[in-house]
Antibody, heavy 120, light 108 residues
């Protein structure tokens, strides 16, 4: 069974940093692109970032470009999202989502998410 | 950036009735359109991809149609477990992958 388990969320002050992790199992991690998608409280879904299976290609939403960095360690079946210069509008539930192929296309399996709260 | 617009925002339907949800793209996305279902407190689940292909394990009462800029998700006979929020998403022109704002299907 494909599973994605996010961790690393928490309360952080504006301007602070946080690193999210996503541990994957049940599939050959290195052969699939993975996305981060977030959902602010009571709001819709917003794409954040994506990375190809090899890690050689990365993509970012304009709202996080220059502040967030996506990476992966295929030897550990783990995806990361390093977040810096956090703002209150980054407050959201962050989902790790598997793509259907090695390069980003569309998303199929979602993790349960980890909550990030940016507040003083 | 392609803007996805869903209507209506809320749809009140009785169990056993048909529900029809709409999704419009600001420019053509071909058939590169997915639908997701999100129940309260849960992660989204892929229902439809390629505008009309059901994902693995999705019941036949869910069907998708459309191409270009106009898309429809139809639930032929609503079951109690179907009440949720439904999102459409385009994956034709990215980044960014863009989602509609969602349609909440509630019990009438």
């Amino acid at each position: 069974e494909v599973q994605l388990v996010e961790s690393g969320g928490g309360l952080v002050q504006p301007g602070g940093s946080l690193r999210l992790s996503c541990s994957a199992s049940g599939f050959t991690f290195s052969t699939y692109a993975i996305h981060w998608v977030r959902q602010a409280p009571g709001k819709g879904l917003e794409y954040v970032s994506a990375i190809s299976g090899t890690g050689g290609s990365t993509y970012y939403a304009d709202s996080v470009k220059g502040r967030f960095t996506i990476s992966r360690d295929n030897s550990k079946n783990t995806l990361y999202l390093q977040m810096s210069s956090l703002r209150s509008d980054d407050t959201a539930l962050y989902y790790c989502v598997k793509d259907i192929g090695s390069y980003p296309y569309y998303m199929d399996v979602w993790g349960k998410g980890t909550t990030v709260t940016v507040s003083s | 950036e392609i803007v996805m617009t869903q209507s209506p925002a809320t749809l009140s339907v009785s169990p056993g009735e048909r529900a029809t949800l709409s999704c419009r793209a600001s420019q053509s996305v071909g058939n590169n359109l997915a639908w997701y279902q999100q129940k309260p407190g849960q992660a989204p689940r892929l229902l439809i991809y390629g505008a009309s292909t059901r994902a693995t394990g999705i019941p036949a009462r869910f069907s998708g149609s459309g191409s270009g800029t106009e898309f429809t998700l139809t639930i032929s006979s609503l079951q109690s477990e179907d009440f949720a929020v439904f999102f459409c998403q385009q994956y034709d022109n990215w980044p960014p992958w863009t989602f509609g704002q969602g349609t909440k299907v509630e019990i009438k």
